[in-house]
């Protein structure tokens, strides 16, 4: 068993260019950076309330993994669907979800997205097709199946997404999920977010597989791997296998190779890797940096134009955070609601 | 409405082919459906009647119920089918985690209309993996509507109030009521869930049940009534929700009751009757309540072991008996 990281495990390290750059307007480019720093500065804010104990059970954080999000949720139509998992904030954010509702259901009040029932793990928004995060591993595979279904037997064009991690991979449901979507044809994007580590176990030692990608051979789909950390190799990788699904050519597995920063939950207290590999990844690669430097050696993105966007969403989520400390705690008895829709 | 004498089989078929003409959301998905009718025939006729809404799956119990759950979750009312109750264990996170709770983790976004289909209960020398009646591990997930039907008319009823629910139904057909033959209503019927039956009345003792544990019941209490001990007969139909109301109605009348299913005894469906009953209706008792259920092993294959194990029309006698001092 290795401890550190391989070369190969850190291929997604190497810094390819952003080479799709000229297919794209200033304003797609710039919505794509402001939707990162959004998913980043979130994400730190829910990192410092569950610090400050104002955030009840666990929370799982995605900083770092921003590109994976934002580049395939930057292809999708409002009608097209999502299901995500246990770190699911950025996929509810880049699908448009509400900064108050899910800042108040982190915080379990009873204007959060679930009225409070859900929290962190368990956030949806139908009107947006997020179809919610899933607290099991694996637990989104079947479902985006029968949503792939069902848009297959309504006749529509939407597509269906499945975000999940390497871990994810390993579970039974992945490869059920993968055969049904590829004997159907159903239009299904699954989405791997290799993040370097399931939990606490590193995926070099829990997957038989180097490239997650690799799966796909079993099920006679296209399997593609690109760096997780460049969001416009991300956008383009979906795009085309969006384009695929909807042309009613079946399912793609996009691997986005990306690294988990934070701990598996916070407060983890990680002894299974070394810091400075962490540090590394922050300082070398990380996504929103990266993707500010190409814009800036561009001239689209200026130091003014930087700290107005992150004024911005500074202002959103202080806001965002008003709304949910001044709203109302459930009341108890509102534990016995929501639970059959008729009887 | 008129009735004729059918199968539950063809009360399958009718109640499915009344709503599919009703609402073209409605599909059926599960294994072995198209070409064999399903795998106990219950479906024969509808794969030609609705090309492309009764579909085979590959063996893939987790996203034959997780890709039912997805329709449901996006616009679509579907029925899968798991082939035998047994398999549930093959997709227990697809119905006690997920179809079960999402609506409720939710907040109440969503509906979920959802029918799982699955077959039950032993007496066909299936043994272990293909005889379980495992209604209790349902009841105690909140979140699941669990229906247990046994005469053909229920069969039709029950199943044509669960395709028009909007919430998760779970569907125990016993495997040998297949073939039994009921008078069934033409045309719509519908029995609403949560409303229990009392099927023959009776003022010495209340005879709680559903299921199979109904013709065993049926049974019973022919042999009673030459005894002189008239029982009242609750075929309960919907376990949850419970018609507590039908049972504590009919216990302020005989003051004694006996609980029958097939499912074996402990932790089973009867301990929890069994408790409401000296919970709420204590003072009404002339008798402790007893319990007829299967012994608590699994379902062995040989059939004297497997008539050993079950419970049987003697037991119910047996225990009426004693619970009526007679």
Known sequence: MRTGASEQEMKGKKTKPINHIKAYDSETLLALYQKMVTIRKFETLAGELFAAGKIPGFIHLSIGQEGSSTGVCSILRPDDYIITTHRGHGHVIAKGGDLKRMVAELMGRRTGYCKGKGGSMHIADFSLGILGANGVVAGGFPIIVG?????????????????????ASNRGPFHEALNMAAIWKL?????????????????????????????????????????????????HAAAEAVDRARRGEGPTLLENKTYRRRGHFEGDPQRYRDQKEV???????????????????????????????????????????????QSEWPKPEEALEDLFFNF | MSERIISCSAAIAEALTEEMSRDDRIFVIGEDLVYHGGIFGQFKGLPEKFPGRIIDTPISETCIV???????????????????????TCAMDEIANQSAKIRYMFGGQVKIPLVIWAPDGAGLGAAAHHSQSL????????????????????????????????????????????????????????????????????????????????????EAMKELSGMGIEAELIDLRTLKPLDFETIAESLKKTYRAVVVHEACLTGGFGAELVARISSELFDYLDAPVLRVAAKDVPIPFSPPLEKF??????????????????
Not at chain 1, 147 to 167: E, N, W
Not at chain 2, 71 to 88: I, N
């Open chain 1, 147 to 167: 949503a792939g279904l069902s848009i297959k037997l309504r006749k529509t064009d939407q597509v269906a997404v499945c975000f999940f991690g390497d871990g």
């Open chain 2, 66 to 88: 997780g890709s039912g759950l997805g329709a449901a979750l996006t616009g679509m009312r579907p029925l899968v089918d798991l082939h035998f109750a047994d398999f549930t």
């Open chain 1, 187 to 235: 239009p299904i994007l699954f989405v791997c977010e290799n993040n370097c580590y399931a939990s606490t176990t590193r995926t070099s030692y829990a997957c038989s597989v180097i490239d997650i990608a690799a799966r796909a051979k079993g099920y006679d789909i296209p399997g593609v791997s690109v760096d997780g950390n460049d969001v416009l190799a991300v956008r």
């Open chain 2, 309 to 326: 194990v079950l419970p049987s029309v003697e037991d119910i006698v047996k225990a009426a008996r004693q619970v009526t001092y007679r």
């Open chain 1, 279 to 325: 540090v590394e990844w922050e300082q070398k690669n990380d996504p929103i940096l990266r993707f500010a430097s190409i814009l800036k050696e561009k001239k689209l993105l200026t130091q003014d134009l930087e700290d107005k966007i992150a004024a911005g969403i500074d202002a959103d989520l202080k806001e965002a955070l008003q709304f949910a400390e």
């Open chain 2, 135 to 218: 209604e209790s591990w349902f009841i105690h997930t909140p979140g699941l509507k669990v229906v247990v039907p046994s005469e053909p008319a229920d069969v039709k009823g029950l199943l044509t109030a669960a395709l028009r629910d909007d919430d998760p139904v779970i569907f125990f057909q016993h495997k040998k009521l297949f073939a039994k033959e009921g008078p069934v209503p033409e045309g719509e019927y519908v029995i609403p869930l949560g409303k229990a039956a009392v099927k023959r009345s009776g003022g010495d003792v209340t005879i709680l049940t559903y299921g199979s544990g109904f013709y065993l019941s049926t």
